[in-house]
Nanobody
Framework: VQLQASGGGLAQAGDSLRLSCATF????????MGWFRQTPGKARELVAAISWSPHSDSTFYVNSVKERFTISKDMSKNTMYLQMSSLKPDDTAVYYC????????????????WGQGTQVTVSS
């Protein structure tokens, strides 16, 4: 199973960006998928997560991105998205998508499949 993140880039404060995470593999059935971000010298932070069940749209957001970021999925395409709006310089980070076999959205330690990172840089 491979996860491939894309969509990062340069933005100005207030702009929007959309990240995508495509999954590849014959069998892929995590319980949840999420987006993490990391800046130099800091621990990786779970930003948003979504249930990977076709019967649930449960989501989780860290407080700092609530009302600005929206996580979504298209299970027919095995793809997850992160729509980021009202971007701030503090959102600058490498963003990673990840998958977890555990059903708890906010259980960061449970994520064990990772995509490569995509850089998001927000200038003021």
């Amino acid at each position: 199973v491979q996860l491939q993140a894309s969509g990062g880039g340069l933005a100005q404060a207030g702009d929007s960006l959309r990240l995508s995470c495509a999954t590849f593999g014959d069998t892929f059935s995590p319980s949840v998928m999420g987006w993490f971000r990391q800046t130099p010298g800091k621990a990786r932070e779970l930003v948003a997560a979504i249930s990977w069940s076709p019967h649930s749209d449960s989501t989780f957001y860290v407080n700092s991105v609530k009302e600005r970021f929206t996580i979504s999925k298209d299970m027919s395409k095995n793809t997850m998205y992160l729509q980021m709006s009202s971007l701030k310089p503090d959102d600058t980070a490498v963003y990673y998508c990840a998958a977890s076999p555990f059903p708890t959205l906010s259980y960061a330690q449970g994520y064990n499949r990772w995509g490569q990172g995509t850089q998001v840089t927000v200038s003021s």
